[in-house]
């Protein structure tokens, strides 16, 4: 074969046509092989502060971005401190139906049935024993209202609050909120602002719980050792992501255990940029705020 017509530097190199045909092969076959990386990823997004507004309004853009990531072949996830009664309308309203939901901070995780109707049932499941926290909490905060939710998804609670969707919720004296284990306990004081609660958190020292201080002003209580990352980590070796094909968006200190989560093991933490300064400094990069659109921001250069 003569060489004549190829330029005298650079590095071709001149195969006969078998091998040319081989190499050409090859490359299909690696397309193809899903041993071989394509950087499908896990994208795990909060709702409150990150994909919706305080009134419930959605961040902009954030459907068309979530619908962008999809066809980009990546999946999205939720996970929130919201319980499952008012989370799955937002699947709803973001058009998604992944196969796994993280609600209560990672003390409930759902599995979606097979099946042509969207359903889940609740997969997994971390519950502790809240009568000494609740008897913690009753001393510094006599006048608070105390909601608990149970392993089969049924709450209780103590007085009745506005923005809470009470769906499947009983109420209760609140002698009776500690006479079964609980996936979680949620306390508001609407006389306490978010520090009042960040503080007497630190005053009265919780141990044996997991808690967050939310940005309306509620304490949310899972257990021990449990945050939404614990439940993430099952979700993301059930689905078989590589640990660094990982990208959380949230706002919230109950956040900050799925960005040290992803960031741990070579993936993407972005907070949004109204949330608290530590959360910031928690996730590798921020984006910008809920109401200008950040998680869409995001999603979107994917
Ligand atoms: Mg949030």
Partial sequence: MSTEHLPPTGSIKVVKPKKAAKLVERVARDTEDPAVPTERLLIVLDIDGTVLLEDESLSPGVVDAVAHAHRAGHEVMIATGRSWEGTRGIMRVLQIAPEFVVCSNGAVVLKRLDGDELQYERWHIETFDPSVVLAQLREHLPDARYLVELPDGRRLYTEYLDDWNLIQARRVPFEELDEQPVCRVV??????????????????????????????????????????????????????????????????RNDVGMFRWALENGGRAVAMEQGPQEVKDAAGETTTSVQAGGVAEVLRRL
Avoid: C, M
């Fill in 187 to 252: 306390v508001v004081a609407p006389e306490q602002g978010e520090q009042d609660f960040v503080d007497l958190v630190d005053r009265i020292g919780l141990n044996q719980v997991s808690y967050a201080v939310g940005w309306t002003a509620w304490l949310d209580i899972a257990p021990q050792g449990v945050d939404k990352s614990t439940a993430l980590e099952r979700v993301r070796i059930e689905l078989g992501f590589d640990p660094a094909h990982v990208l959380v968006i949230g706002d919230g």
